[in-house]
């Protein structure tokens, strides 16, 4: 089972790379740099977000298993 949640988000990652750098040029382009580095910078900010208001701050311990 892990080594196909390893290679999902291998792909995953993989695939959006290059997404998020077409994206982030195409911003670059049409705004500037700045404007580019700002929207990065946000959604970075809020991908940690999600983790400390998510349900995994409020775990104290794993679920029970099958």
Excluded at 33 to 40: E, F, K, P
């Amino acid at each position: 089972m892990l080594g196909r949640v390893n290679a999902t988000l291998n792909l995953l990652g993989n695939t959006l790379n290059p997404v998020g750098a077409v994206v982030g040029g195409l911003i670059a382009t049409a705004f500037s740099l700045r404007i580019a580095m700002v929207v990065g910078v946000i959604g970075i900010t809020l991908g940690g977000l999600c983790l400390f208001i998510g349900p995994i701050v409020g775990r104290k311990a794993l679920p029970e298993g099958r």
